[in-house]
Each structure stands twice: as C-alpha cells, then as structure tokens.
C-alpha cells in the first residue's frame, strides 16, 4: 500500500467532461483541460469521477476519456478512475471488462438511493475490493447517496488490504479526526470538500480530490502549502478562493466549474440534462470574482 500512497498525495483533480454545444465528448477541449491541470500543478487526475458527468456518460465514452487522459499524459501524472454506482453487481462486471493499465486506483462511490446499512456498504465495497486488480479508494458523500459511511464503517473497510484510503466528503470534521486517530498508518484520508483541505491536513489528510483544481492554480498551491507545513500561507490561499468555491455549487456540480473553466478559455459550459448551464447571473457572479 505505500507505493500509491506516495503517489497519490496532494492535489487530484476530479477532472470535468467537456461537452460541445449538441451534448458530445468534446476531446479538443478535454486535452485543453489536461494540459491546464498538468500546468498549475495538480498531482494526479481522476477520470469519471461523479464531477466528470458518469452518471450521464456511456460506458464507450468512459472508456474513450480514459483512453485520452493516458495517451495525453506528458508528466505521467498518476490515474484514478471512477467506477462507482448503486448496482453491486453491475460494478463487478463493469471491473471485469475494464483495461486498468495505467490506472493507479478506482474511485468508488458509496451506492445512492438504495441507503444500506453499514453492513450492506462494507459487503458491497468487500465485493469490489476481491474483484478489482487495482487498490480502491471509498468515498463518503452523504449529500448526495443519503447515506452515511460511520468512521467505525470506514475503520473496518480500511482493514481490507485492497482499500486504501477514503475521500471524505462528508463535512464532519469529528467524523474525519475519528478516521484519522484510528486508521492503520498507510490508509489514506483524503478531503473530499475543497474548503476543508487545510483544517484536514492539519490532522492527517495526505490531500484533496478536488472540483476547483479543475481551474485554480490557487487551490493548488493552497494545498501544497498546508501539506509543507505552511498553514499561515495556506490560511491565506484558503480565504483568497472561498467567495469562489461557494459559488461552484450554487446550481449543482459541475455547473459552476465548467462555467468557470469557460471564463478561462479553457473548455466550453456545456452540461447534460438534467443539468442546465450556469444561469445568467451565476455566470456574472463568476466572472465578477475571477476579475478580482
């Protein structure tokens, strides 16, 4: 476990799908948005994680993204891929038929709408882990699945010598100190919420999966800083991007990013249904901050 530890430290940015205008895989823009992550410094990238659209993306584009992301990779930048979802099963087979190659984890979200027990997440990630021939990082997001993984949850899965850490999204700071004081010494805590990436380190999180790392060389370095021990400098990146970071949610992730990414030339606003594009006066507001 301690050579993907080592190299999934710091900043992974939970990359955006670029669309063009008529909802299709916009790969001129994807290998822009490459290039600029691998410039501000990111450390690795996650593909198809939950900011990357898959719920809305086909498992052939899936496929095409990753295949991108390796073929446009000049720093050899580490790759997690998400692979997540509700249907247990479905996710084995998925695993089954995926090349890993080049892929250094999975990221895998807590199943959604169904709201298990705790025994049910810790058999379904169980499942996951047997199956999958690379190491599996959890992620907590109850905001979005309505369920909750229990540090207690997260304790016992860290046991499992195919888990390897945990993006905790949960915005419980004491759930996450729990994580932390308990966990074997190679199990990686990592912030889930962009916002709580300082305080985090501050008690053990090796880094960030993050949305604003999409665009913000900031954020970056907001995060290089508290990992170098540098919290005073770190404080300070910190409160430059918070009236930006709350408006990336304000209408759902990845509207506020992409739209952000848009002011930047970097790749276009598009998103699928039922998203919609930044309102109007999301997209001033947006550009009001960049400008500052």
């Known amino acids: 476990m301690s050579i993907p530890q080592s190299k999934l430290k710091g900043v992974g940015v939970a990359l955006v799908t670029p669309f063009t205008d008529d909802y ?71 695993i089954q038929e995926t090349d890993f190659s080049g892929v250094t984890a999975v990221l895998s979200a807590s199943p959604y709408y169904n709201k298990p027990t705790q025994a049910g997440i810790i058999a379904h990630y169980e499942k996951l882990a047997d199956a999958s021939p690379v190491p599996i990082i959890l992620y907590n ?103 930006l970071n709350d408006l990336m949610y304000v209408e759902g992730n990845p509207v506020g990013i992409k739209q952000l990414l848009a002011e930047m030339g970097v790749c276009g606003s598009q998103v699928r249904l039922p998203l919609l594009r930044a309102s109007k006066e999301l997209a001033e507001k947006i550009r009001k901050v960049l400008q500052k």
């Open 24 to 94: 299709q895989l916009d790969l001129a823009g994807f290998e822009k948005l490459l290039a600029h992550t691998t410039a501000i410094g990111v450390d690795y990238w996650v593909v198809q994680g939950t900011t990357g659209e898959s719920p809305t993306t086909t498992s052939k584009e899936k496929q095409v993204l990753l295949e991108f992301a390796k073929n446009n990779n000049p720093k050899s930048l580490p790759i997690v891929y998400g692979i997540g979802g509700n249907n247990t099963e479905n996710l084995l087979n998925i």
């Open 141 to 243: 997001v109850p905001g979005r699945t309505s369920s909750n993984l229990t540090a207690e949850t997260t304790l016992k899965l860290a046991q499992h010598p195919n888990i390897i850490g945990i993006k905790e999204a949960s915005g419980n700071l004491l759930q996450c100190m729990e994580i932390a004081r308990q966990k074997p010494q190679d199990f990686m805590l990592i912030s889930g919420d962009d916002i709580l990436t300082v305080p985090m380190i501050s008690f053990g999180a090796v880094g960030v999966i993050s949305v604003l790392a999409n665009a913000s060389k900031a954020f970056v370095e907001m995060t290089h800083f508290a990992l170098a021990g540098d919290f005073a400098k770190a404080t300070e990146k910190m409160f430059e991007i918070l009236p």
